[in-house]
T-cell receptor, first 115, second 115 residues
Framework: AQSVTQPDIHITVSEGASLELRCNYSYGATPYLFWYVQSPGQGLQLLLKYFSGDTLVQGIKGFEAEFKRSQSSFNLRKPSVHWSDAAEYFCAVVPSGGNNRKLIWGLGTSLAVNP | KAGVTQTPRYLIKTRGQQVTLSCSPISGHRSVSWYQQTPGQGLQFLFEYFSETQRNKGNFPGRFSGRQFSNSRSEMNVSTLELGDSALYLC??????????????FGAGSRLTVL
């Protein structure tokens, strides 16, 4: 069955440090890939997406993600974390040519930022 | 441009009662999807409506239902509430349906607590 794995349930980093959140998917073909962020008490906000083309995609708030087909991964990175980045991060995938119903979500990674 | 608006934001019900949640999508968006978010199960797809028709449905019992009005506003209803229905219910809208490339814009959610 198709699945999305975010291996790290919780990560703590210091402000100013670099960040990498991992996302692996189990899928036969290259899917569409998304990262969303959820701040406490809020809905989800799209950080970035990958459909095709350049495997390094830039998103909002200084985030970027790299699609690696050979590793079935779509890891999220940020060079310097800010305290306001503390939130829950979700990776999601959907088959290219599929529809929203098949959007499959990881269980999320909770990010804490130490001052 | 106003975002996705969900009401009420918080509500408390008792077992056996029913609840109706409302979602107003972004102006011009015709697709509305509903998700249930719980700590243990993560984000689970409930259903999607487009042009007043249910287009997709997740694996939830018949106690969960929804509808969409001609102005694209949507409601979901849960009857005979159970303790396990306690969750954050998220609504998301997108301009179209039928493609995994449709980016979802989420509301802040309705937090339901069942006692």
């Amino acid at each position: 069955a198709q699945s999305v794995t975010q291996p790290d349930i919780h990560i703590t980093v210091s402000e100013g440090a670099s960040l990498e959140l991992r996302c692996n998917y189990s899928y036969g073909a290259t899917p569409y890939l998304f990262w969303y962020v959820q701040s406490p008490g809020q809905g989800l906000q799209l950080l970035l997406k990958y459909f095709s083309g350049d495997t390094l995609v830039q998103g909002i708030k200084g985030f970027e993600a790299e699609f690696k087909r050979s590793q079935s991964s779509f890891n999220l990175r940020k060079p310097s974390v800010h305290w306001s980045d503390a939130a829950e991060y979700f990776c999601a995938v959907v088959p290219s040519g599929g529809n929203n119903r098949k959007l499959i979500w990881g269980l999320g990674t909770s990010l804490a930022v130490n001052p | 441009k106003a975002g996705v608006t969900q009401t009420p934001r918080y509500l408390i019900k008792t077992r056996g009662q029913q609840v109706t949640l409302s979602c107003s999508p972004i102006s011009g968006h015709r697709s509305v999807s509903w998700y249930q978010q719980t700590p243990g199960q993560g984000l689970q797809f409930l259903f999607e409506y487009f042009s007043e028709t249910q287009r997709n449905k997740g694996n939830f019992p018949g106690r969960f239902s929804g509808r969409q009005f001609s102005n694209s506003r949507s409601e979901m209803n849960v009857s005979t509430l159970e303790l396990g229905d306690s969750a954050l219910y998220l609504c998301a809208s997108s301009p179209r349906t039928g493609s995994g490339a449709n980016v979802l814009t989420f509301g802040a959610g309705s937090r339901l607590t069942v006692l």
